[in-house]
């Protein structure tokens, strides 16, 4: 394979497809009946009876900014927080760094009320579908929460602008006092870990992001289950469950959620084979706002997109660790796999035509089931790796010897069993991501020598437990002293790198020390943020003529204007969609470039099918870049 240079690309809240843009308006997918099945169909409420509300349980929710007075949140555990590389506050500019006409404080814009003219956003519903108490506006309809009884820490990482889904896809960043952007989701993540949080949802898509692994893999380390939401789109990905490491979405070890009908089929808007995809959960005829637009007040219930079917398996796993509050994060996850609904098999199978991941989930066998008789390694994690090497397009991908690879460096894995020849990328994250499987099936096989020798508390030796010193192994450390400033924001206190339900259930005293080692974990985020940005690279960094277009999961190109009047036809270009080709200061609104509003303007009917999904090759001759100062895609 060969090895070129590239750009990290930088993520920040602009970089983002949510998880329903344009696919949650209400629609003959709406239910008929009025029941909000999710609820009704899946033993919840019989949980409830039974004092499991997700009560002690703390889950994190990363998406804009909440409208805290809506009627839903009343009584609701919610705290709010801002965790932010720079500090304590960060100002919004989608392209003008000097423009602080909104400013992100604490307390300050953290939230949304009411009195800024919004009624709701994508994120006031994620939050509402965990945790809410089912109230609306002037009596109607609200969110009502699986979990009603759980904490949730919500973290904003960006800006809510009004509009349809609280302006997510057009959401700008947040920009730093020392004028430059913020990656808010990974400092958020790292927080939430430091929190306590069981369960972190992240209902929206991402552009590649080479600094996401280390934060990633820290959290998954400490038993932290990573909830994130496939693309609402029927494009196929890749046959196999292999991940894509730079993609947050398929991140190996994540939970990829696809959205689930009342009758056991896949949703219309994204049935299509992907292989990435782990588990189905609720999504249509669920509560949403109507209209989709920030100044909504009615909640109906209809298509909710992969957003809300993350939310909802965010909401049933709250219930089981609060049911289960001694099993770890890999152990809920094995029991997820295993105990899919009709799968009495008490295995993970996954699907053999590759689009209903592990199956659909089962929120009452999962409550039935002692999750503490499996393995504590991520079954996500190890399914991804042995997976890799199935293939000879992935053989080796996780292999250790990628993680003596510079963090510029990356390989590309070319002509990959996928329908539209999508490529995956490695990186340092690869060898990592390998590393740490290892590390998990180890410490498991020597928890199970322990039992075997008859010793006692042998849990100390698994890879939840031993995860502190994994941290360290990693080299946290180390960055803290490199970088020297930075972390999350002043308003989060400094606990224990070791998640707070991790101590009382399995290792007791030793959390003074592991405070004392890994209060300031994020640090290590902080460092990598700050080499991406100084690497200054959008979110690709192509040779080759003609523009590359920000308009799916991965930038595609070179595109001629053809294959850009197709893409216009489809509705795949638009005037907002990022585009950047070489010569040009950073990816830039197609609709601001001269050249392509010709093609904007007369492109009346589809005239093609959708662009390949192919990624740039990896070049190393020198190519242009956009300068440290340039506009972030969008």
């Known amino acids: 394979m060969m090895v070129g240079r590239h750009l990290r690309r930088t993520l920040s809240a602009v970089a983002v497809v949510v998880a329903c843009v344009g696919l949650c308006a209400p629609s003959a997918l709406a239910s008929d009946d009025g029941v909000d099945w999710r609820i009704e169909d899946m033993g919840v409420r019989d ?6 509300t997700g009560e002690g349980v703390t889950v994190a929710v990363i998406d804009d900014q909440v409208v805290s007075d809506h009627p839903s949140l009343e009584g609701v555990d919610v705290e709010y927080r801002l965790a932010s590389e720079n500090g304590d506050s960060c100002w919004y500019s989608q392209f003008d760094k000097d423009d602080r006409s909104r ?39 609200g969110y009502q929460g699986i979990a009603p009884g ?132 609720p999504g249509v005829g669920v509560p949403i706002h109507k209209g989709v637009r920030t100044d909504s007040r009615e909640v109906v219930l209809s298509d909710g997109g992969n957003s809300s079917a993350a939310a909802d398996l965010t909401g049933y796993l709250a219930l089981v660790f609060q049911k289960w509050p001694e099993a770890t994060g890999n152990q809920v996850l094995q029991s997820l796999v295993r105990n899919t609904r009709g799968n009495g098999s008490g295995e993970a199978r996954l699907d053999p ?63 990959v069993f996928s329908p539209e020849g999508e490529q995956i990328e490695c990186s340092k994250a690869c060898g990592l991501i390998g590393r740490e499987y290892e590390r998990e099936r180890k410490a498991w096989e020597r ?19 031993t995860a502190d010193e994994a941290d360290r192994e990693a080299g946290w450390d180390d960055v803290k ?35 004392a080692l890994f209060g300031g974990i994020a640090l290590a985020v902080t460092h990598v943020r700050r080499k991406r940005r100084r690497a200054a690279g959008a979110m690709a960094t192509p040779t080759a003529d003609g523009y590359y277009a920000a308009a799916g999961p991965t930038p595609t190109g070179p595109l001629d204007a053809k294959r850009l009047a197709s893409m216009v036809a489809d509705g795949t270009l638009t005037g907002t969609t990022p585009v950047w080709r070489q010569g040009m200061d950073g990816w830039q609104p197609a609709a601001t470039i001269a050249e392509l509003i010709p093609i904007l303007q007369t492109v009346s009917t589809p005239t093609a099918v959708g662009p390949s999904a192919t990624m740039p090759q990896a070049d190393t001759s020198p190519i242009s870049k956009p300068p440290e100062d340039a506009p972030q895609a969008q």
């Not at 949980?47 to 499991?52: D, H």
């Open 47 to 52: 949980a409830w009876a039974s004092g499991i």
């Open 103 to 141: 400013v992100m404080r604490k307390p300050g814009d953290v939230t949304l009320s009411t009195s800024d003219g919004f009624y709701t956003t994508h994120g006031t519903h994620m939050v509402g579908l965990i945790a809410g108490n089912g109230k609306g506006y002037d009596g109607g309809m």
């Open 150 to 281: 759980a904490r949730v820490v919500a973290y904003p990482f960006g800006f809510a602008d009004k509009g349809d889904t609280g302006g997510l896809a057009g959401t700008g960043a947040c920009i730093g006092d020392d004028g430059s952007s913020s990656d808010l989701s990974g400092s958020a993540l790292a927080d939430a870990v430091d929190s306590g949080a069981r369960v972190v949802n992240m209902s929206y898509t991402t552009m590649p992001d080479w600094g996401y692994a280390p934060v990633a893999l820290h959290a998954i380390r400490h038993g932290v289950v990573l909830v994130r939401a496939r693309a609402n789109s029927t494009r196929a990905g890749l046959y196999d469950l292999v991940g894509q490491p730079v993609y947050g979405q398929y991140f190996p070890g994540s939970v990829t959620v696809n959205s689930l009908t009342r009758d056991g089929s896949v949703s219309a808007t994204s049935d299509v084979m992907d292989g990435n995809v782990s588990i189905l959960s």
């Open 353 to 415: 035509e590759h689009k209903r991941g592990f199956g659909a989930v089962d929120p009452e066998r999962l409550l039935e089931t002692d999750p503490t008789v499996y393995p504590d390694v991520n079954p996500l994690l190890e399914w991804a790796v042995r997976a890799s090497g199935e293939h000879e397009e992935t053989k080796g991908m996780y292999t250790d010897s990628y993680s003596d690879l510079k963090d510029e460096y990356t390989s590309r894995l070319g002509d």
């Open 447 to 465: 928890v199970e020598q322990c039992r075997k020798d008859g010793g006692s508390d042998c849990m100390r030796y698994s890879a939840t437990a």
């Open 481 to 515: 002293a490199d970088y020297g400033r930075g972390g999350v924001s002043k308003s989060s206190s400094s606990k224990s790198s070791l998640p707070s339900w991790f101590v009382p259930a399995v290792i007791g005293g030793p959390a003074a020390l592991t405070a």
